[in-house]
């Protein structure tokens, strides 16, 4: 049973971490338990690709639920196999594994869910054939991961990786040194957040979040074409968008200065959830505060994971 308590200090998170259980390589077992070898190639070369799945604590209803955790397994299994690996476990199959974690952890929290899949081979050869796999899956309590009442920003001097040189819409280990450079640049700036642009020089997204403008009471968003990580969250806030709040969603190429004229600019994304952008490069986005798209969306998206809307049961899964 995972402890929880007001104020932990490291010691306490450590061991807290050492005694969740996790699943590790078709077995459960705790954390301290589960180690993998210094030469292990997904170390070395970023082989491996991952997921973030979010589940959050309803204390009303003493219910935990998990958000769209088969749309996240089913995009695992497309990471896998652009990089040559392969998910044995059905989607329904881990699913089943989650929510049994879950409960043997006994959280009673908002938690953050990492699957890795990882090429586990102790050898020296950077390639992606012929080589094994391993397959985890841990959790960790989280509560919000990037500010959620307006953020600064910066457009980085990191470019997004192109398709054309790393998979884009796989959620691969390797490439997030790309989203690595542009947070820490971001911050050790002032910011708290990276914008990051294509090398043809148009939006992406953030460095773990897709990208939405408002502009004239339309609502923008790069393309999947533009070399962004088709994101889960993108998809949920473009249908709340359209179903909800009744504004057109465009998907098109979205230059920079955009960015500077937008009445609205927010990221989204399973850990960032709906994050406003308040300024970006010193300059105010629309009043300097979260605007009304949003901040509807914001509160349409809190009421659905934390299983409060009608339409919750489409979105998320009981784990009690
Ligand atoms: C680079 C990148 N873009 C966008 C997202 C948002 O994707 P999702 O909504 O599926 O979490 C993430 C989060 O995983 C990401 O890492």
Wanted: proline fraction near 4%; charged fraction near 25%.
């Amino acid at each position: 049973m995972v402890q929880t308590a007001s104020s932990p200090t490291a010691a306490d998170e450590a061991q807290r971490r050492d005694q969740t259980w996790v699943y590790f390589n078709g077995r459960t077992c705790q954390y301290a338990d589960a180690k993998v070898g210094l030469m292990t190639h997904g170390l070395h070369y970023g082989t491996g690709c991952f997921e973030g799945i979010r589940a959050y604590w309803n204390a009303e209803q003493e219910q935990m639920f998990v958000l769209l955790m088969a749309e996240h397994y089913d995009r695992m299994r497309q990471s896998a196999g652009v990089l040559r690996m392969s998910l044995d476990l059905s989607t329904k199959e881990l699913c089943d594994i989650t929510l049994d974690l879950i409960r043997k952890n006994g959280f009673r929290e908002n938690i953050y869910i990492r699957p890795l899949l990882y090429k586990s081979s102790e050898i020296i050869g950077v390639r992606l054939h012929d080589l094994p796999d391993g397959f985890a899956i841990y959790m960790t309590p989280m509560a919000d991961y990037v500010d959620t009442n307006g953020i600064s920003c910066m457009v980085s001097s990191w470019r997004r990786i192109d398709d054309t040189m790393a998979p884009v819409r796989a959620k691969c280990t390797g490439v997030y040194i790309n989203s690595a450079l542009a947070k820490s640049e971001a911050v050790e700036n002032g910011f708290d957040e990276a914008i990051m642009l294509s090398t043809d020089g148009h939006v992406c997204e953030g460095s773990a979040e897709n990208l939405f403008i408002v502009r004239n009471d339309t609502v923008l968003t790069p393309p999947v074409t533009d070399n962004i990580l088709e994101g889960i969250t993108r998809r949920v806030v473009i249908r709340l968008v359209q179903e909800d709040l009744k504004l057109p969603v465009i998907e098109r190429t979205i230059d920079k200065t955009e960015l500077y004229i937008a009445d609205e600019v927010f990221l989204c994304g399973t850990g960032a959830q709906l994050s406003p952008v308040v300024s970006i490069d010193h300059r105010t986005v629309g009043s300097g505060t979260p605007g009304p798209v949003s901040k509807a969306l914001q509160d349409m998206y809190g009421t659905i994971v934390y299983g409060r809307d009608a339409r919750s049961k489409e979105y998320v899964t009981p784990v009690y």
